[in-house]
């Protein structure tokens, strides 16, 4: 008799695998309280450090406030209009001397107030501030933001704050010429000034160390985790102990029933098997086993009575023709798979379509059972259909007449002429003909969205040939085919805008100049580009300011911002340092949404006239 022979895989015991999974659950407990414990402790610190930070906060906005609404207001009835003095007007200057004497008392707080091209180098924003400033500036609906941020080496709670212009800033921080005249000595005029009520300002900063408290924090949690883990492996061993007792020893008493009863060859096989496996399988692997091997014997007896040489014949030369027809099949697929994804990648090479049509015509043509074929484009006012290429077909005609009307009234009855076959193949129809030579043609719509681009002909088709699957695949090289030509055609008139276009911009004697909503130069003529002793590929996808080193003085059409923002024609006097004088006019382009993409530049040099 046959054994059925049972993989042997090494297996744990039903007391090893519940041990091990409570094992488990108990650590994972135990890291999830610690966690929590961790957690808790760490938000309780932030609400700390949060109270902390809102009471320095508060007070620098209370002396602030009084710099602003109280002593500033009357050092300027004392001093005029025109005085200004530092240390008692400025409320940046006042809110961090303060600061930095509350420094003195507690060294690691800090005290931050910042912004971008700021008077006093001092406070100007590292690239953190520079961050906030700019999140403050996108979503003016923030009040603040807090967080925990790595200071040098050590982990501070930092809080910012946006800080806003008002009506009482613009007298320092507006026009330059109405700000005081010991402003514009001490700070010049060309940092901190054309603000306007509600603009942001910059941010203030208030940072509270916690790198020790954070250090305390993970220590009690290294404690409770340790404390846990030591209660864990007591309840651990306790648990061990009672299932030992309760379901370990019943299940042994189970099996020693078996191993006593069944003391045969076969048997003894059966209990060695099922030793591999904890005590509850080893229970129902016995009982499948034994059934298994009861059903596999007969289902043997039954395999060899019933002339098995003769079955595995059958079915071995069975899977032999299955296997090489699924070849065959494959082997056309794949054909026919190359073919497309050649088609497709001859979009995207920089060529003309007299170059890709014939390539196109070669490819098919392997796949097609045809002795030639040819490529119509419609063409023209009257439209017709010319022959651009072909391949063993010398004798298709040149050129067909099409009217686009003729689709609207094509005949029911089969068409007897390959004139008329083409023009139903143009109107987006495969048409099939039989000429009075006995010769097959095949024509094919060249579509692409919908349009037909032209028809590739097939000539000394074998009709019985064409299955439906073949079908499909003339339409997809058809449709293929279209895209193709279509996107060559497309990218030929791009080229053709873009070369009139460049043309009617260096037929412009003064400078002319094309920008999008970044101020990178997308167009630019040769006049612009001899003033300025540039390339044109030196000047292309460049921002203006960048392309002239940051000189905007020397550049008549330079600080353009504004024509964003006023959405109309403009035109001004500009003068460079070199002294000439232009005339610049700016011409905004919007689009679909009435909002400026793009603006053109045109400088005319008038110093003569002028």
């Known amino acids: 008799m046959v054994m059925i022979q049972v993989p042997k895989r090494v297996s744990f015991s039903l007391q090893q695998k519940f041990l091990l999974g409570m ?30 930070s809102q009471i320095v906060m508060a007070a620098v906005e209370a002396t602030r406030s009084y710099v602003r609404e109280v002593l500033r207001p009357r050092m300027y009835e004392i001093l005029g209009e025109e005085g200004f003095v530092l240390e008692a007007m400025s409320t940046s200057y006042v809110s961090r001397a303060v600061m930095d004497r509350f420094k003195g008392s507690l060294p690691e707080y800090f005290y931050r107030r910042v912004a971008t091209n700021a008077r006093n180098p001092s406070s100007e924003a590292n690239e953190l501030e520079v961050r906030m400033i700019k999140l403050f500036s996108v979503n003016p609906h923030l009040k603040k933001w807090e967080g925990m941020v790595t200071v040098g080496e050590r982990e501070h709670f930092v809080r910012f704050k946006p800080v806003l212009f008002t009506k009482s800033c613009m007298h320092c921080h507006g026009d330059p010429a109405e700000a005081p005249k010991n402003l514009i000595k001490i700070y010049g005029n060309s940092r901190g000034f054309g603000h306007k009520p509600g603009d942001l300002a910059g941010v203030s900063e208030v940072g509270i160390p916690v790198t020790v408290a954070f250090a305390k924090i993970k220590g009690i949690a290294f404690t409770v985790f340790v404390v846990g883990f030591v209660c864990v492996v007591i309840l651990f061993a306790i648990i061990t102990f009672f299932f030992n007792i309760v379901v370990v020893h019943s299940l ?88 497309l994804n050649t088609l497709a990648e001859l979009t995207t ?20 059972p045809a002795q030639g074929a040819g490529i119509y484009l419609l063409q023209g006012s009257p439209p017709h259909l010319k022959l651009q290429c072909h391949e063993n077909a010398d004798y298709l005609i040149k050129q067909v007449d099409f009217d686009p009307n003729c689709c609207k009234f094509l005949p029911d009855e089969d068409i007897t002429d390959l004139q008329t076959s083409i023009c139903e193949a143009a109107c987006g129809h495969m048409s099939f003909i039989e000429d009075d030579s006995d010769t097959n043609f095949l024509n094919v719509p060249l579509c692409c969205r919908r349009h037909v681009l032209g028809v590739m002909t097939f000539v000394g088709v074998d009709f019985d040939e064409i299955s439906p699957e073949l079908h499909e695949l003339l339409f997809s090289v058809g449709r293929q085919t279209g895209i193709t030509i279509e996107s060559l055609q497309n990218s030929e008139r791009l080229v053709q805008s873009k070369e009139l276009l460049q043309s009617v911009f260096d037929g412009i004697t003064d400078m002319l100049v094309l920008l999008d909503r970044k101020l990178q130069i997308k167009m630019v003529n040769k006049a612009y580009l001899k003033q300025y002793g540039v390339s044109l590929e030196e000047a292309l996808n460049q921002q203006y300011h960048e392309l002239h080193s940051g ?6 059409i330079c600080n353009l911002e504004s024509a964003f923002k006023a959405k109309n024609n403009l035109v001004k006097e500009i003068q460079s340092k070199n002294g000439e004088i232009y005339l610049v006019h700016i011409y905004p382009i919007f689009d679909n949404e009435g909002d400026v993409e793009s603006i053109i530049c045109y400088a005319k040099d008038i110093t003569e006239q002028k």
Not at 24 to 49: H, M, S, V
Not at 349 to 368: A, K, M, W
């Open 349 to 368: 090479e920089t060529v003309s379509l007299p170059e890709i049509l014939p390539q196109i015509l070669r490819r098919t043509l392997n796949l097609i």
């Open 252 to 339: 042994k008493d189970i099996l020693k029933v078996f191993h006593t009863e069944l003391q045969d060859e076969e048997h003894l096989h059966f209990l060695k098997e099922a030793e591999t496996k904890d005590e509850i399988d080893e229970l129902t692997t016995v009982a499948r086993v034994m059934a298994g091997h009861l059903k596999a014997t007969r289902e043997q007896l039954e395999e060899y009575a019933a002339n098995l040489e003769k079955m595995v014949e059958n079915r071995t030369k069975a899977l032999k023709n299955f296997q090489r027809t699924l070849r065959e099949k494959v082997l056309t697929r794949n054909r026919e798979l190359h073919t």
């Open 23 to 52: 094992a488990a659950i108990l650590l994972f407990f135990c890291g999830i309280c610690a966690f929590l414990l961790y957690t808790q402790e760490k938000r309780l610190l932030q609400d700390a450090a949060y109270e902390k």
């Open 551 to 556: 000189d905007t003085h020397s550049c008549p």
